[in-house]
Antibody
Framework: QVQLQESGPGLVKPSETLSLSCTVS????????WSWIRQPPGKGLEWIGY???????NYNPSLKSRVTISLDTSRNQISLRLTSVTAADTAVYYC????????????WGQGTLVTVSS | DIRMTQSPSSLSASVGDRVTITCRTS??????LAWYQQEPGKAPKRLMY???SLQSGVPSRFSGSGSGTEFTLTISSLQPEDFATYFC?????????FGQGTKLEIK
């Protein structure tokens, strides 16, 4: 049973960098697309971007200048880095997996709340 | 970006009721739509994929239909464990986009 678990600081100061990890257990990160998705309190979900196991990535244009998603295959982890954060980046951050071939997200983590505040 | 219009945003219903949630997209996405159930503090759970395919392990009271720009999720007979938030996702085009969610509450 594949499980995804997000982790990282719950509080980040404005203008600093948000860094989160997603650890995958019960399966390999090979041959899948790994995405980050977020949900601000009381608002809808926003797709941040993905990385494929071969390193190919794609980001939401609204965040592209500030986002980096990377893989650490030795640790079975996917990382998210978001620079120059503001209060608008306060959200629950989810990682999610989907297979190749144009499918939807079959597995999600339970999410981690990140608050941007001084 | 493909705009998603999900309705209603909230719904009060009773155990045993039949409910329908609708998702409309701003352009044709074929059947590249999925439905999810979300409970507080838990990982979203996929209910339907490819618009009308039931995820393994999901009860058959859930069904999905539609293609192109209009999609529906139907729960044929509500059970107590079904009171949650539901959202749709289009994965036809990047960036992937989501419906705003429907909160299903007990009447």
């Amino acid at each position: 049973q594949v499980q995804l678990q997000e982790s990282g600081p719950g509080l980040v100061k404005p203008s600093e960098t948000l860094s989160l990890s997603c650890t995958v257990s019960g399966g390999s990160i090979s041959s899948y697309y790994w995405s980050w998705i977020r949900q601000p309190p009381g608002k809808g979900l926003e797709w941040i971007g993905y990385i494929y196991y071969n390193g190919l990535s794609n980001y939401n244009p609204s965040l592209k200048s500030r986002v980096t998603i990377s893989l650490d295959t030795s640790r079975n982890q996917i990382s998210l880095r978001l620079t120059s954060v503001t209060a608008a980046d306060t959200a629950v951050y989810y990682c999610a997996r989907r297979s190749s071939g144009g499918t939807s997200y079959s597995h999600w983590g339970q999410g981690t709340l990140v608050t941007v505040s001084s | 970006d493909i705009r998603m219009t999900q309705s209603p945003s909230s719904l009060s219903a009773s155990v045993g009721d039949r409910v329908t949630i609708t998702c409309r997209t701003s352009q044709d996405i074929r059947n590249d739509l999925a439905w999810y159930q979300q409970e507080p503090g838990k990982a979203p759970k996929r209910l339907m994929y490819a618009a009308s395919s039931l995820q393994s392990g999901v009860p058959s009271r859930f069904s999905g239909s539609g293609s192109g720009t209009e999609f529906t999720l139907t729960i044929s007979s509500l059970q107590p464990e079904d009171f949650a938030t539901y959202f749709c996702l289009q994965h036809n085009n990047y960036p992937h986009t989501f419906g705003q969610g429907t909160k299903l509450e007990i009447k």
